[in-house]
């Protein structure tokens, strides 16, 4: 039996958990928790680490550990030197240039250089890379075009390398937070001749070349993932000597393993928040994170304003946070607290009368439709969540409402090939900017599922990134809000998350932060 099929059955019933930990050699009690060792729960396998093509929190957790950018988010959530020791921009904003540090080398000693990040931006920009984070470069001269395929000359992209430790960016406009832009993994550098070498295969164990503080060991797919510390990271070699990354769906089990001091970091299920609040591991912070069920536009009823709009006002969003118990917060809008522009009076309210108003002037009978069917990916919080739902639009419209889970790579898989009607998602900032939430769901987004187009709301978009005025750039979102959340409502904003953990009492230095990043380079463990 293999490792990671071991590991899954073993999950499936208390009685099998000795046999899981013995997978890996662990005792009873933790006995044998290896020295200078992270043990965490990843909660499920990560689709890929190919960081131009990773879309989900799972692979950036991963590959947060393994690889650096330009930059990265400090204190505040402000862009702080990482791969680039300092950078400027033109007067008119459209011209920076970053300077790379000299002393980094890729796991293999090749020494880093700048061509590295403009081989990166064109992969990711190549229309054959089908990377869904691709249009988070549009603001870079060619981007569009090169992506669209409208050109095929990667030489007319923005980007280019004035000598190794030299990278200059050209910008179709000012867009005030670039550099906050490029903490993220879509923009790191690659290694076109390891791609080139090893095919789809380059970013497996074995053959994955990095530069961050991790190295990858092994990865025991739908099992575990070990990282290891590089002795040559640039700042240093940090504290850990080893992570093992495990991939328990379930929250229950993995907190089983936890109490039992087998892993040293887990998120909490909704339902044991409640008991861990006054434990002295227990971590909690409001997320910059968005929860959402979105329609796809296209497939009937959804494909009338007058349906999605009757769907929304049917929620009572202000039971959440009582449902769930983790410091969510209700949420008809879309950009959360502690983002900038942020508006708590957009979105649609609860009222059932005038949702049952708008199904009838749709010329819809509830009764008559054929049941609702809700997609969610296998996660306690997310069965709750859609098992609320159900009950809502149940009760409210009277329509029937059909649930259906489905594993996290397959869930993926479907929203990118055929999204069903109604379908579960988070967004968690990638950067601390409205952009950030309000660019999702643009035309030119790929993670935009919903198949919907509002020219109105693009233009909107766009104008406030390059805005510079508070007031101004406040006025343009708070459109470009109502448009997405009351007027076309191809989403249903519902909460807006927290981060809730529980560290081990050998874990130390770690706090966590409303981006929901697990910096784990400055940790150690007793």
Same mark, same amino acid.
């Given at each position: 039996?293999?490792?990671?099929?071991?590991?899954?059955?073993?999950?499936?019933?208390?009685?099998?958990?000795?046999?899981?930990?013995?997978?890996?050699?662990?005792?009873?009690?933790?006995?044998?928790?290896?020295?200078? !060792?992270?043990?965490?729960?990843?909660?499920?396998?990560?689709?890929?680490?190919? &960081?131009?093509?990773? !879309?989900?929190?799972?692979?950036?957790?991963?590959?947060?550990?393994?690889?650096?950018?330009?930059?990265?988010?400090?204190?505040?959530?402000?862009?702080?030197?990482?791969?680039?020791?300092?950078?400027?921009?033109?007067?008119?904003?459209?011209?920076?240039?970053?300077?790379?540090?000299?002393?980094?080398?890729?796991?293999?000693?090749?020494?880093?250089?700048?061509?590295?990040?403009?081989?990166?931006?064109?992969?990711?920009?190549?229309?054959?890379?089908?990377?869904?984070?691709?249009?988070?470069?549009?603001?870079?001269?060619?981007?569009?075009?090169?992506?669209?395929?409208?050109?095929?000359?990667?030489?007319?992209?923005?980007?280019?390398?004035?000598?190794?430790?030299?990278?200059?960016?050209?910008?179709?406009?000012?867009?005030?937070?670039?550099?906050?832009?490029?903490?993220?993994?879509?923009?790191?550098?690659?290694?076109?001749?390891?791609?080139?070498?090893?095919?789809?295969? &380059?970013?497996?164990?074995?053959?994955?070349?990095?530069?961050?503080?991790?190295?990858?060991?092994?990865?025991?797919?739908?099992?575990?993932?070990?990282?290891?510390?590089?002795?040559?990271?640039?700042?240093?070699?940090?504290?850990?000597?080893?992570?093992?990354?495990?991939?328990?769906?379930?929250?229950?089990?993995?907190?089983?393993?936890?109490?039992?001091?087998?892993?040293?970091?887990?998120?909490?299920?909704?339902?044991?928040?409640?008991?861990?609040?006054?434990?002295?591991?227990?971590?909690?912070?409001?997320?910059?994170?968005?929860?959402?069920?979105?329609?796809?536009?296209?497939?009937?009823?959804?494909?009338?304003?007058?349906?999605?709009?009757?769907?929304?006002?049917?929620?009572?969003?202000?039971?959440?946070? !009582?449902?769930?118990?983790?410091?969510?917060?209700?949420?008809?809008? &879309?950009?959360?607290?502690?983002?900038?522009?942020?508006?708590?009076?957009?979105?649609?309210?609860?009222?059932?009368?005038?949702?049952?108003?708008?199904?009838?002037?749709?010329?819809?009978?509830? !009764?008559?439709?054929?049941?609702?069917?809700?997609?969610?990916?296998?996660?306690?919080?997310?069965?709750?969540?859609?098992?609320?739902?159900?009950?809502?639009?149940?009760?409210?419209?009277?329509?029937?409402?059909?649930?259906?889970?489905?594993?996290?790579?397959?869930?993926?898989?479907?929203?990118?090939?055929?999204?069903?009607?109604?379908?579960?998602?988070?967004?968690?900032?990638?950067?601390?900017?409205?952009?950030?939430?309000?660019?999702?769901?643009?035309?030119?987004?790929?993670?935009?599922?919903?198949?919907?187009?509002?020219?109105?709301?693009?233009?909107?978009?766009?104008?406030?990134?390059?805005?510079?005025?508070?007031?101004?750039?406040?006025?343009?979102?708070?459109?470009?809000?109502?448009?997405?959340?009351?007027?076309?409502?191809?989403?249903?904003?519902?909460?807006?998350?927290?981060?809730?953990?529980?560290?081990?009492?050998?874990?130390?230095?770690?706090?966590?932060?409303?981006?929901?990043?697990?910096?784990?380079?400055?940790?150690?463990?007793?």
């Amino acid at each position: 039996m293999a490792v990671g099929s071991c590991f899954a059955r073993a999950l499936t019933a208390a009685a099998g958990l000795a046999l899981a930990l013995a997978c890996d050699g662990f005792g009873p009690g933790g006995a044998a928790a290896p020295r200078g !060792t992270l043990r965490l729960n990843l909660g499920t396998e990560p689709p890929t680490l190919d &960081w131009n093509r990773a !879309t989900d929190s799972v692979s950036i957790t991963v590959i947060e550990q393994l690889m650096r950018g330009l930059t990265r988010l400090g204190p505040g959530l402000q862009p702080v030197p990482a791969l680039a020791e300092r950078w400027e921009s033109s007067a008119d904003g459209r011209t920076w240039r970053f300077h790379l540090r000299r002393d980094v080398r890729w796991s293999d000693g090749v020494p880093l250089e700048a061509r590295h990040f403009v081989d990166g931006w064109r992969r990711l920009l190549d229309p054959e890379t089908a990377a869904e984070y691709a249009y988070f470069l549009f603001d870079v001269e060619g981007a569009r075009e090169l992506n669209s395929g409208t050109s095929s000359d990667p030489e007319t992209l923005g980007v280019r390398a004035l000598g190794p430790h030299t990278l200059e960016v050209k910008l179709v406009a000012s867009i005030v937070y670039f550099a906050s832009i490029t903490t993220f993994m879509v923009t790191f550098p690659v290694r076109l001749d390891l791609i080139d070498a090893h095919g789809d295969a &380059w970013a497996e164990a074995g053959k994955l070349v990095t530069l961050g503080p991790f190295l990858l060991d092994e990865w025991l797919h739908e099992y575990r993932i070990s990282l290891v510390r590089n002795p040559d990271f640039y700042a240093g070699p940090p504290p850990l000597e080893r992570i093992l990354g495990y991939m328990i769906e379930e929250g229950s089990p993995a907190l089983v393993l936890f109490e039992q001091g087998l892993l040293d970091l887990v998120r909490l299920p909704p339902l044991e928040i409640r008991r861990y609040q006054d434990h002295p591991g227990y971590r909690h912070v409001p997320a910059l994170r968005g929860y959402y069920y979105g329609f796809n536009t296209l497939k009937p009823p959804f494909d009338d304003v007058r349906v999605r709009r009757a769907f929304s006002m049917a929620i009572d969003r202000s039971q959440f946070p !009582t449902l769930l118990r983790g410091g969510e917060i209700a949420a008809a809008y &879309w950009l959360p607290p502690g983002m900038p522009n942020h508006n708590p009076e957009i979105g649609l309210r609860f009222d059932p009368e005038a949702a049952r108003a708008l199904l009838e002037a749709a010329g819809l009978d509830p !009764t008559a439709l054929d049941p609702i069917r809700v997609v969610y990916n296998t996660d306690q919080t997310h069965k709750l969540v859609a098992e609320k739902i159900q009950s809502e639009w149940q009760t409210h419209l009277g329509v029937r409402v059909e649930l259906e889970n489905r594993e996290w790579k397959v869930f993926l898989r479907e929203l990118a090939a055929s999204p069903p009607a109604v379908y579960r998602l988070g967004w968690g900032a990638d950067f601390p900017d409205p952009d950030n939430f309000m660019n999702l769901f643009t035309s030119w987004s790929a993670n935009n599922h919903t198949n919907w187009e509002n020219s109105k709301y693009d233009e909107l978009v766009l104008e406030a990134a390059r805005e510079t005025d508070v007031s101004r750039r406040q006025e343009l979102y708070d459109a470009a809000q109502r448009i997405l959340c009351e007027d076309d409502a191809p989403i249903v904003p519902l909460f807006v998350s927290s981060v809730n953990l529980v560290v081990g009492e050998r874990l130390r230095g770690f706090e966590p932060n409303p981006m929901d990043l697990l910096y784990l380079d400055q940790v150690w463990v007793e």
